[in-house]
């Protein structure tokens, strides 16, 4: 997500404050929890699978907000 955000910023995409904000402090929860963003071999995670799934659609949602709007923003 970070890098989503920061490579958006760069093309000229402009975020809202409080959005920005929440998407990178949904960035740093997932870089704290071990588990959500890579795989553990050797220990159990401390999230659960939904809150693996909420990452994903997280992730995707961002992703498509993005690409869309730079659609959008092209024409």
Known sequence: MKIAVTRAEERGFVL??????????????????????HALLDERANVSETEARLMLVLC????????????????
Request: no cysteine; aromatic share 8%.
């Open 16 to 37: 809202h404050p409080a959005l920005k904000s929440g998407l990178l402090n949904i960035y740093g929860w997932s870089s704290d929890e071990a588990g959500i963003r």
């Open 60 to 75: 995707s949602a961002l992703l498509n907000y993005l690409i869309v709007e730079s659609q959008n923003t092209a024409r």
